[in-house]
């Protein structure tokens, strides 16, 4: 038996994934693994994957999503190291943060392992369908891989190719910026609170509001196009963009992402 895709890991991100793959392909082509038992049950009773060892895994899935920690990655790839060398059709994927595509070949290279790697950085919304995954894949990825693997991911929501040079960059803005996004919803929710709405009407205003602006941007492009058209001479609108930049919003969201993209780097170094 082999099947489209399988995950070791079904953590927050692993398991997202999984289930978008379960979605997109069918459970019934995909397996999981994972050390919390529950987590892997979840996803098979709920879409009919298989739950296989961690050796299994490797053995017999086309598409490898490697969603263990950081720190034990290199213990998890000497552990399915002897499969993947049975797996002449494998394509990994790997998912951790601040590790390199050269840094798994190293690891594989002492077990004589040499397989396709696709490296990618998901984001939380992928859990809603509207994720933005971006994704570098080496040069003996074939064409027809990639397709499978778009194909496989369609669920999690845009993809985007990016060289691994600017994944860093890239996470920094995608994989950290929902929280930033969370952080702002909760502010406009906070004044609408103030204002006299009830919590629960604030929040769902702000976050329809934010899902709503989204939209027309990736519809309809330019921001501060789409913005100045929202703010009429002397009216509402302007007089809040005036007191959000007299406090630094737009500095401060600069500051944000830069920041994210400091430590990543820092993390990189350790």
């Not at 991100?13 to 997109?24: N, Y």
């Not at 939380?124 to 003996?140: K, R």
């Not at 919003?249 to 920041?259: C, S, T």
Request: glycine share 10%; aromatic share 6%; with cysteine.
């Amino acid at each position: 038996m082999s099947y489209f895709a399988g995950f070791l890991g079904c953590g927050n991100m692993g398991g997202t994934l999984a289930r978008c793959a379960c979605a997109a392909v069918g459970g019934e082509k995909i397996a999981v693994c994972d050390h919390d038992g529950a987590k892997t049950q979840a996803i098979a009773q709920e879409y009919g994957a298989t739950v296989l060892s961690a050796t299994d895994l490797a053995r017999t899935s086309r598409f490898l999503f490697l969603g263990v920690k950081p720190q034990v990655l290199g213990a998890a790839v000497a552990e399915i190291a002897p499969a993947l060398k049975e797996n002449a059709s494998v394509v990994l994927v790997t998912m951790a943060a601040g590790i390199e595509t050269d840094a798994i070949r190293a690891m594989l290279a002492p077990h004589g392992v040499s397989c396709p790697i696709i490296r990618i950085m998901p984001n939380t919304p992928a859990a809603v369908g509207e994720g933005m995954i971006l994704y570098s894949a080496g040069s003996d990825v074939s064409p027809a891989q990639i397709e499978d693997f778009l194909s496989l991911m369609q669920k999690a929501g845009r993809l985007t190719s990016l060289p691994e040079t600017k994944i860093d960059a890239g996470c920094a803005l995608s994989g950290s910026g929902p929280a930033f996004v969370y952080l702002f919803i909760e502010a406009l929710a906070d004044g609408g609170v103030e204002c006299g709405l009830t919590r629960e009407q604030a929040t769902t205003f702000a976050a329809q509001t934010a899902l709503g602006a989204a939209k027309m941007v990736l519809e309809k492009g330019d921001p501060a196009a789409l913005k100045n058209a929202v703010c009429s001479p002397g009216g509402t609108t302007i007089a809040g963009i005036h007191a959000l930049e007299a406090d630094g919003f737009r500095a401060a969201a600069m500051d944000a992402v830069a920041a994210a993209y400091d430590r990543a780097l820092e993390l990189k170094e350790n």
